[in-house]
């Protein structure tokens, strides 16, 4: 069966935890969870085994309802019969992507083949795109730890998705690659303010080949051609997610005149602020930590003067939060008791906020520095 599976790029998902409520399962010997998908409608086949259970009648205790909690994740309509599967995966030739293709690209992998991928917009008035989601969104909780299910109900939601498009036996065939969901938020009086939900994930075995970006970018492309579009904006982004955004971000305002390399030097201006806003939808605070990043780039930081304004530039945006804790200090003294006021003091004295901010502007530098190699290699 696994080779039958393998010709059809198919694999098993190996995620150790399947949302059993603990690591591990109790109750059995032996025991087998098989999860197949296949490659591009994500038709699924999922089977429990194992050679012995404990039962209520002779052990006295119930084993976990693996089948269960497993049955709680995986939407209806799966198969749990090998024949079945492997005719779900002979017809996997009909299946075609859906939505609207809006950008095509090539990678190189390691035999040094030329692979196509395609990302494709679709929302929930596409054919078949809501069963299809359903089994999607599944990979969410294998791999997200914290990850929940979206309500696609609402026709607010936008769907990206990439694929890998290939030939196999004189046919061309898809693989589903990743997925994005933004939400269109209202924005007064005529506006919308799409929001990248935490729903962004490219699957394992394609992460690292640079999807992630091409996504993001394709997705900020899109609605930079929207004139209702106010901005884009990410909900609760993960750490990965705000260094992948600066890499795309920068990637895509170092083409605009105001951030020319001459103009840098000057200073975050009011021009930087309008045109990124106006040509590619980015936000204030997101075009500030591009400027940080393209004057860094421009910076000769082995002089030593210029090295000082570049870091003075930058703990100037990072010190906000101080000040305002020098605020909150402030307001403290007036209402706090003594013995009260001195248990905060350690944590807003002077130096222990030199120290801070030393450390948020070398942890800065390090990930700017990064963006900017992966720039360079990508020229």
């Known amino acids: ?208 080949e640079g999807h992630g970006a091409q996504l993001l970018e394709a997705v900020h492309r899109f609605y930079c051609s929207l004139s209702k579009v106010q901005d884009i904006t990410a909900e609760d982004p993960s750490e990965n997610y705000v260094k992948l955004r600066d890499y795309v971000l920068t990637k895509l305002c170092q083409k605009l005149p105001s951030f020319d390399a001459d103009k840098l030097h000057l200073g975050f201006s009011a021009d930087m602020i309008r045109e990124a806003q106006e040509k590619l939808k980015i936000n204030k605070k997101h075009a500030r930590r591009v400027y940080e990043i393209l004057r860094l780039r421009a910076t000769d930081m082995s002089d030593e003067e210029k090295a000082r304004a570049y870091r003075l530039e930058v703990k100037k945006r990072l010190f906000g939060p101080y000040r305002k804790n020098q605020r909150e200090l402030a307001k403290m003294r007036k209402c706090l008791r003594p013995e009260e006021l001195v248990s905060h003091m350690g944590q807003l004295d002077t130096q222990t906020q030199h120290e801070e901010l030393e450390k948020s502007y070398q942890l800065a530098l390090e990930d700017y520095r990064r963006i900017i190699e992966r720039l360079a290699s990508q020229a």
């Open 1 to 208: 069966m696994e080779k039958k599976l393998a010709e059809y790029k198919c694999d098993t998902n190996e995620a150790t935890c399947l949302k059993l409520g603990s690591e591990v399962a109790f109750g059995y010997k032996g025991l087998q969870i098989q999860l197949f998908y296949t490659a591009g409608n994500l038709s699924t086949l999922f089977k429990v085994k194992y050679s012995s259970k404990v039962t209520d009648t002779f052990d006295c205790v119930e084993a976990d309802d693996v089948e269960g909690k497993i049955r709680e994740i995986i939407p209806a309509g799966f198969t749990s019969n090998t024949d079945d599967f492997i005719s779900l995966l002979e017809k996997e030739a009909n299946f075609k992507p859906f939505g609207t293709m809006l950008h095509s690209y090539t990678v190189h992998n390691e035999e040094a083949e030329q692979l196509t991928y395609q990302i494709h917009k679709a929302d929930i008035s596409c054919s078949g795109f809501q069963e299809y989601h359903e089994r999607l969104q599944t990979f969410l909780m294998w791999f997200i730890e914290t990850a929940s299910f979206l309500d696609i109900d609402d026709d607010r939601w936008d769907f990206f998705l990439v694929f890998e498009k290939y030939n196999k036996d004189g046919e061309t065939l898809y693989a589903t690659v990743g997925y994005m969901t933004v939400y269109n938020y209202y924005v007064y009086p005529d506006k919308t303010r799409p929001r990248v939900s935490s729903q962004m994930l490219i699957l394992p075995p394609f992460q690292g």
